[in-house]
T-cell receptor, first 113, second 114 residues
Framework: GDSVTQMEGPVTLSEEAFLTINCTYT??????LFWYVQYPGEGLQLLLK?????DKGSNKGFEATYRKETTSFHLEKGSVQVSDSAVYFC????????????FGKGTTLSVSS | DSGVTQTPKHLITATGQRVTLRCSPR?????VYWYQQSLDQGLQFLIQ???????AKGNILERFSAQQFPDLHSELNLSSLELGDSALYFC?????????????FGPGTRLTVL
């Protein structure tokens, strides 16, 4: 079945370090790909998305490129801040009725000053 | 604030009991999704309603049921509760029926079954 695999955390970085969180997917067909972020005590928020191969999603300094050849959607940020500390979820879905988001297990990011 | 509200915020109950979780979607959103987040299973899709009708079903147990009312709010009913049902339950809403539309998540209801 369709699935998403994320790198296991926690990821611990110092402020201004470069961030990469790996995400790969398995899907029949061509899904849309998402990164959601969950700050402590809150619900998930959409961070960015890409709907087709080679699309780059970006928001708040975060970027991810939809790579069909490697079935990947790695999340990157050039310089993390303490406020980026959260759990990051990679997800996929298909634009058809009867489907829903399929999430990875989540990766906890902790940034210290 | 996503515009999605969920009540209650916390719920503590005993095994065998029944509870109802409530969700109000963002104004204008017709789709409501329910998800369960637990440490061992991660974030799992349970069920989707669109404009009052069930449209997709995920890993929802037979002991669980949901409905969406004419005013578009939704309720998730959990019965014959077991210890393993302890989790964070999220509701999300979106405008359209397709799952690629941005989903807006509520703050969740934390259920503890003792």
């Amino acid at each position: 079945g369709d699935s998403v695999t994320q790198m296991e955390g926690p990821v611990t970085l110092s402020e201004e370090a470069f961030l990469t969180i790996n995400c790969t997917y398995t899907a029949t067909g061509y899904p849309s790909l998402f990164w959601y972020v969950q700050y402590p005590g809150e619900g998930l928020q959409l961070l960015l998305k890409a709907t087709k191969a080679d699309d780059k999603g970006s928001n708040k300094g975060f970027e991810a490129t939809y790579r069909k050849e490697t079935t990947s959607f790695h999340l990157e940020k050039g310089s993390v801040q303490v406020s980026d500390s959260a759990v990051y979820f990679c997800a996929l879905s298909f634009n058809q009725a009867g489907t829903a988001l399929i999430f990875g297990k989540g990766t906890t990011l902790s940034v210290s000053s | 604030d996503s515009g999605v509200t969920q009540t209650p915020k916390h719920l503590i109950t005993a095994t065998g009991q029944r509870v109802t979780l409530r969700c109000s979607p963002r104004s204008g959103d017709l789709s409501v999704y329910w998800y369960q987040q637990s440490l061992d299973q991660g974030l799992q899709f349970l069920i989707q309603y669109y404009n009052g009708e069930e449209r997709a079903k995920g890993n929802i147990l037979e002991r669980f049921s949901a409905q969406q009312f004419p005013d578009l709010h939704s309720e998730l009913n959990l019965s014959s509760l077991e210890l393993g049902d302890s989790a964070l339950y999220f509701c999300a809403s979106s405008v359209a029926i397709g799952a690629t539309d941005t989903q807006y998540f509520g703050p969740g209801t934390r259920l503890t079954v003792l």
